[in-house]
């Protein structure tokens, strides 16, 4: 199935306030969110590579201790096993890719 409508692809709830589509290949993990205000993302290491973009709205992200807050365009590259969490400042969507796939998200 080489095209997907974001539109059909089931929303989750994987934590509080992160509303999640997933789209899964035999070696990476795209993930769509719709971030509720004020939603917070614990700290927490995994070992997938992570690149995360704001399509909208502002997010904050602490990696390895370094806190930013960014916005529209802007991305932020998470090596595997580093340390990261993060707070919607506004209602936001973003686009996370993982690699290898997010199992646990399946």
Not at 22 to 32: A, N, Y
């Amino acid at each position: 199935m080489p095209f997907i409508d974001w539109d059909s692809v089931p929303s989750r709830e994987i934590m509080p306030g992160f509303h999640g589509q997933m789209i899964h290949t035999d070696r990476m993990t795209l993930s769509r969110w719709r971030i509720e205000a004020g939603a917070a993302l614990p700290q927490h290491a995994h070992p997938h590579e992570q690149i995360t973009t704001v399509l909208d709205g502002t997010f904050e992200m602490t990696v390895d201790g370094e806190t930013r807050t960014f916005g529209p365009g802007m991305a932020v590259v998470i090596p595997g096993n580093t340390p990261h969490a993060g707070r919607a400042i506004t209602e936001c969507r973003v686009l996370d890719v993982f690699q290898p796939a997010r199992d646990d998200y399946r």
